[in-house]
């Protein structure tokens, strides 16, 4: 089992251009989360995709949006970059109530 | 809503010896999961310990234990016998405890560093 896998594992983004990170859940597994960490912060909640919907959504705007396909995984979009969405993308996979498994993230760069 | 509160940016500890990460929450709830994470400088976080708040049993895994004082939203986290492993940003961590999986609520961090 590989686990929670990521991908790109680093990418270099100019401002006002759209990024698209992928994100494959460990298996078993059939919700999908996604966080925004920035340097030296602890990880924040973007939003929760189960069953192809988004089902919770943490306090960022709507250039932040997702998809979930019907294998499960799930890609995070965000348009019109700007400086500040600088930052490690860490997406996070569970089932039920058991423990969220993480990957090892996407270290995005805006320039 | 739930908030968690990490105190401690930064600690440290020599090998072999003991260290207690501190950690308080804010929560209207009643059952809920509190967590402590590893992130190693690989990035990828870890699950160190769980803790069911409905369970008056402190959570034990091996060399870490965790004091949970639910009147006091208080969790800390106890490493005996460091290595240096250990050394990474813990990060304490709420769930509520619905129906299926709900968000994690993250602290902003402590950075442990474990001398030889």
């Known amino acids: 089992d590989a ?27 059939d919700t999908v989360s996604w966080y925004q960490q920035a340097l030296g912060q602890g ?69 | 809503a739930q908030t968690v509160t990490q105190s401690q940016p930064e600690m440290s500890v020599q090998e072999a010896e003991t260290v207690t990460l501190s950690c308080t929450y804010d929560t209207s709830e009643s059952d809920y999961y509190l967590f402590w994470y590893k992130q190693p400088p690989s990035r990828q976080m870890i699950l160190v310990i769980r803790q069911e708040a409905y369970k008056q049993q402190n959570a034990t895994e091996n060399r870490f234990s965790v004091n949970f004082q639910k009147a006091a939203k208080s969790f800390s986290l106890k490493i005996s016998d460091s290595q240096l492993g250990d050394a990474a940003m813990y990060f304490c961590a709420y769930r509520r405890a619905q129906g299926g999986s709900e968000k994690l609520v993250f602290g902003k961090g402590t950075k442990l560093t474990v001398n030889p």
């Open chain 1, 43 to 111: 990880p924040q909640f973007i939003f929760q995709y189960y069953e192809e919907e988004e089902r919770q959504r943490g306090n960022f705007p709507d250039r932040f949006s997702g998809h979930q396909f019907p294998n499960y995984s799930s890609e995070l979009n965000v348009n019109a970059l700007l400086l500040g969405d600088s930052a490690l993308y860490l997406c996070a996979s569970s089932f039920g109530q058991e423990e969220a498994f993480f990957g090892q993230g996407t270290r995005l760069t805006v320039v």
């Open chain 1, 3 to 29: 686990g929670v896998t990521q991908s790109p594992t680093h990418l270099i983004k100019t401002r006002g251009q759209q990024v698209t990170l992928r994100c494959s859940p460990k298996s078993g597994h």
